[in-house]
């Protein structure tokens, strides 16, 4: 992969998602709500230990984003509270986490080995996240570069210091 960097915060697409996603809690609110399916405040802040109002912060963040998504519920005797629920946006960063895990188990992994394995749901297979051309053939990282759109032809240009 090639040193990359975009001239422009703004037309970065890595940068627009590093101001979604990009902290620790915020990472890991989305691992309870993609892989552990959690939507309840409360189970998210028993899961992982985090101040509410940390975690009211970050829920805000992504709802703002249309990340999650909020739907009442209440249970009998009680008021009306909200549960968050991934959108389709927020569902496709599952490849995003997938990418991440995949990358700590082989750069920084646990001496047990993985807590947790990527299978196909259909035949069971080890699944890895990596990329793949128009064609759905398999390409190389190392075989991947990065080029500037038309939309920004300087998108790629190191800014001056």
Not at 64 to 84: F, H, I, M, N, W
Not at 100 to 119: A, F, I, K, M, N
Not at 124 to 132: I, S
Request: proline residues 7%; aromatic residues 6%.
């Amino acid at each position: 992969m090639s040193d990359v960097s975009c001239a422009s915060e703004e037309l970065c697409s890595i940068a627009r998602t590093i101001e979604v996603v990009g902290d620790k809690w915020t990472i890991l609110i989305l691992r309870e709500a993609v892989l552990r399916k959690t939507t309840r405040f409360a189970d998210f802040r028993d899961g992982l230990r985090i101040a509410p109002d940390i975690l009211s912060n970050r829920l805000n963040v992504l709802l703002d984003a249309g990340v999650l998504e909020k739907q009442p519920y209440r249970e009998p005797g009680a008021r009306t509270r909200y549960s968050y629920h991934l959108t389709p946006a927020g569902e496709k960063l599952l490849v995003v986490l997938a990418a991440l895990q995949q990358w700590g188990d082989e750069h920084r992994p646990p001496s047990s080995g993985p807590t947790v394995l990527r299978r196909s749901a259909v035949g069971d297979r080890p699944v890895r996240v990596t990329f793949v051309d128009d064609t759905d053939a398999v390409v190389p990282v190392e075989s991947v570069v990065f080029t500037a759109s038309a939309s920004a032809p300087d998108a790629l240009s190191r800014p001056s210091r």
